[in-house]
């Protein structure tokens, strides 16, 4: 065990440090791209009919081969990953947005519109408020999904928990698969627990279900 | 004052508001009611620019709604609404300081109108609570003040109570009346229901697709129904005023005596009863006059009979008769009762002023 960490606890820290910035980086694009192309889709609920499926044809496109082909255009830079990545963790966010934002009962819109705030000001003060379950979700669901994304960009060689995962793979080496795998898994589950902790502390406490007359 | 002038409206196909035409005056309570579909909501939701009709001018104060900004007109019209639509995210207060936030109050002054609001219906304590953490009763309390924080001249309520126990409702139903005509508002409120609208309105505006059938204050429309659907609307309200014979108020069980009888029997009689006065009359148990404790005790020890003591003062009515001249006479002369004689002049009963008392109640309240 000492022996492995010798060997590759640097280079293991490293990885696990490219990878969390991979995974900050692209949530946090994707998170805002999401949030704002949620909220348009919102406004235009026609538009979206179509565009909504798209969306999910496009998700289906495995991340191997979009972050291949960008590669194609953007070239070996970290640049190429956090665009895929945030291409993929907007997905989720922009969806739970769109939906969350729908599913505002239309008495709290109604009565919004009745004291006078403008379409903005219902968005802001209303309907984004009373989505946030919704949005956190997205948002919770996008971070544990880049985790394991940007092990591809080992791929095209730019490093992260990946670089241990493939040469593992290729060297038939158990021991690099999992020093990858593991602390990957690891921290999956940790950005999940922050996301959580982040949830409730931010909840107004008339959203949360448990409330009590 | 709310002036409407042809004010049209379809969709699609269908008329949903007919020409409308109408005035509330400043501090009137307008009760709109009618049958579903009738475009009540409508014409209320018209009013703060929620629904644009298609013609016809809807002016306030002399000034006509359209050409005032959309969003500026609603921050100086309450609007109450049937499903109350508090917002869940903000505490009590912050939902009371929508509009005055909206407004651009300073927060001092948002403080003080919380504080105030919630005096007015004894609900200090509440102003850090979440619209989840509190009843349906109290929620629709806190959406009728956040309707009045700001203090508009106008309030909209679009069916505000339907949804509350008749208990709750009636609480809530006296507070509205009684903010409403301690601040002076006017108020233009939507309900299906009649007792409501008798309750509170100073007008009710009785419409039927999309026109109005009649508006007219509670007394006048329960004393003269336009149409049929609104006599019906008024139900037990208009057709429970309607009896007016003596017969319908006079108690029945009354004490009677016949002239043979003794005194002591009398005295005894009416000791029996607690009352004061016993009806005489004949073998053939008609009418003859009264008798009263005072006299018997004046003459009684000198007398064996009772017939010298019977006296014919007492005023007399007939089965049939209409009760509202006994009621005159009963309130003007300061009589206690009037005898009810059937027409073969046997006793029908009496009428006292607690028969007119319950005359004026059930003329009031059906």
Redesign the interface.
């Known amino acids: 065990m000492k022996a492995i960490f010798a060997t590759y606890g640097l280079m293991l820290l490293r990885a696990i440090g490219v990878h969390s910035v991979y995974v900050f980086i692209s949530v946090a694009c994707g998170f805002v791209l999401g949030l704002i192309s949620g909220i348009l889709l919102s406004r235009i609920p026609k538009l979206s009919f179509i565009i909504m499926p798209l969306v999910s044809i496009f998700q289906t496109i495995p991340g191997l081969v979009f972050i291949g082909i960008l590669f194609l255009i953007t070239g070996m830079t970290p640049l190429t990953v956090i665009i895929a990545l945030s291409v993929y963790a907007m997905f989720p966010v922009m969806k739970n947005t769109y939906t969350g934002i729908l599913g505002v009962?239309k008495?709290?819109t109604?009565?919004?519109?009745?004291?006078?705030?403008?379409d903005f000001?219902t968005l802001i003060?209303?309907e984004l408020?009373?989505s946030?379950p919704s949005i956190i979700a997205g948002l919770r669901m996008s971070a544990i999904y880049t985790v394991s994304w940007a092990v591809l960009a080992a791929m095209i060689g730019l490093g992260g928990l990946g670089d241990f995962i493939y040469q593992g793979t290729s060297s038939n080496n158990n021991t690099l698969i999992l020093l990858g795998a593991i602390p990957a898994a690891i921290l999956a589950v940790a950005v999940g627990a922050v996301i959580d902790l982040i949830q409730k502390k931010a909840m107004?406490?008339?959203?949360k279900k448990e409330?009590?007359? | 004052m709310i002036t409407f002038e042809h004010v049209s409206k379809s969709y699609g196909k269908s008329l949903i508001l007919d020409d409308l035409n109408f005035t509330v005056s400043d501090g009137q309570f307008a009760v709109l009611i009618g049958p579903s579909g009738c475009g009540k909501t409508t014409t209320l939701k018209t009013i703060n620019r929620l629904i644009e009709p298609d013609s016809g001018t809807i002016s306030i104060d002399g000034k006509n709604i359209h050409d005032t900004d959309k969003v500026e007109l609603r921050r100086h019209i309450g609007y109450v609404i049937q499903q109350i639509g508090l917002f869940p995210n903000m505490t009590v207060a912050a939902n009371i300081c929508v509009v005055p936030k909206l407004l651009k109050y300073g927060k001092a002054e948002c403080e003080n109108i919380v504080s105030k609001m919630l005096q007015m219906v004894d609900m200090e304590k509440y102003a850090d609570k979440y619209p989840n953490e509190l009843s349906g009763g109290q929620q629709q309390r806190i959406g009728v003040l956040r309707a009045l924080a700001a203090s508009p001249p106008i309030v909209l309520m679009d069916e505000p109570f339907g949804a509350l126990d008749p208990m709750t409702r009636e609480t809530l139903q006296n507070e509205v009346k009684h903010i409403q005509q301690q601040l002076n508002k006017t108020i233009i409120f939507v309900t299906h229901d009649m007792s409501e609208a008798l309750k509170l309105a100073d007008v009710i505006i009785f419409m039927e697709g999309g026109k109005i059938v009649q508006a007219a204050s509670p007394e006048e429309m329960l004393e003269h129904p336009a149409t049929d659907l609104v006599r019906s609307f008024l139900g037990k309200h208009a057709d429970h005023g309607a009896p007016t014979n003596v017969e319908d108020y006079m108690r029945k069980n009354v004490y009677c005596v016949q002239m043979s009888r003794g005194i002591r029997e009398c005295a005894e009689m009416m000791a029996r009863n607690s009352v004061d006065t016993l009806l005489v009359t004949d073998e053939g148990n008609h009418y003859i006059g009264t008798i009263s404790i005072g006299d018997m005790r004046h003459w009684g020890k000198q007398l064996k009979s009772i017939e010298p003591l019977v006296r014919q003062s007492a005023r007399t009515a007939h089965v049939g008769d209409n009760a509202k001249e006994s009621f005159d006479f009963l309130l003007e002369s300061g009589d206690d009762y009037i005898v009810v004689l059937n027409s073969d002049s046997t006793i029908a009963g009496i009428i006292t002023k607690t028969s007119v008392a319950r005359s004026v109640a059930q003329n009031l309240w059906g």
């Open positions: 009962e008495k709290y109604d009565a919004a519109k009745g004291c006078g705030m403008t000001q003060n209303v408020p009373l946030l107004p406490r008339g959203l409330a009590v007359k």
